[in-house]
């Protein structure tokens, strides 16, 4: 029996997942007549900048979008984590990770003595890429940004990029989960550190056991970072 689409689908993610792929999909469109603003430079708290750009309309997700997902947390946390962009619970209730892989994340972070309150949850998109297609440059650099300036604002000691598509976004790279994971990168002055997506482990239980390899060395990064005990 052939496999399905929706089977063919699943597999390609998987493998550019852990062995990488052309950084970004094929460019729609890339015309859309929205406005475009800077950034204030004198906002330094969250909620602050939440309001200045919770109306975004900078790309054209801006008018697909039911809610605008800006982050959720500690605005004073020491270990960040970015996701991709928002999905279908997130756009709904405007929060990012409150799907099941949010609750995988959460589960994650309980295991390592953690809780949303103690961290901050972003994502490098804010609006939800229709069908959870990946994100298009022109996206990616209306909303960059955005994410630059929350972390200025909550100036964590550590990053955590959640998966491939993230990291090699954020980082300007091709290179693979598996080469990404295990090196520590500076993104504009903040260490980073990859690991891998929580909706890739649940399409694959057997990345479960590397990424709480990652997630041991995180913590205790951030404990060392903290000048806790590790
Ligand atoms: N996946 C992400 O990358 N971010 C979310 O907020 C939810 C799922």
């Known amino acids: 029996m052939s496999p399905k689409p929706e089977q063919i689908k ?29 950034l204030s430079k004198e906002i330094q708290s969250l909620g602050a900048f939440e309001d200045e750009i919770k109306n975004c309309l900078n790309c054209e997700l801006g008018s697909s979008r039911n809610k605008f997902v800006f ?13 991709e962009a928002p999905g ?14 949010g ?6 972070l309980k295991a390592i003595d953690l809780s949303r309150e103690d961290v901050y949850i972003a ?9 959870n297609r990946d ?7 209306q909303c960059e940004p955005f994410l630059l300036k929350q972390i200025e604002i909550i100036k964590p000691k550590l990053l955590v990029a959640l998966g491939r598509i993230s990291a090699t976004t954020l980082l300007r790279t091709k290179d693979s989960l598996t080469a990404m994971r295990g090196q520590v990168f500076d993104y504009h002055g903040t260490d980073m550190v990859v690991t891998y997506h929580p909706a890739a482990l649940l399409r694959n239980p057997n990345w479960k056991r590397p990424a709480w390899e990652d997630f041991q060395k995180i913590r205790d990064m951030y404990r060392e970072k903290r000048g806790e005990q590790a």
């Open 10 to 38: 699943t597999f390609i993610e998987e493998e550019l997942e852990i062995f990488g792929g052309p950084l970004y999909m094929p460019e729609q469109s890339e015309n859309h007549d929205m406005e475009t603003r800077p």
């Open 123 to 131: 994502n490098v998109l804010k609006c939800r890429p229709p069908n």
């Open 88 to 101: 279908e619970r997130e756009d709904n209730e405007g929060v990012p990770f409150v799907g099941r892989a």
């Open 135 to 141: 994100p298009k440059k022109s996206e990616i650099e």
């Open 71 to 83: 982050g959720v947390g500690n605005p004073n946390a020491d270990l960040m984590f970015v996701g």
């Open 103 to 108: 609750k995988l994340l959460d589960d994650i």
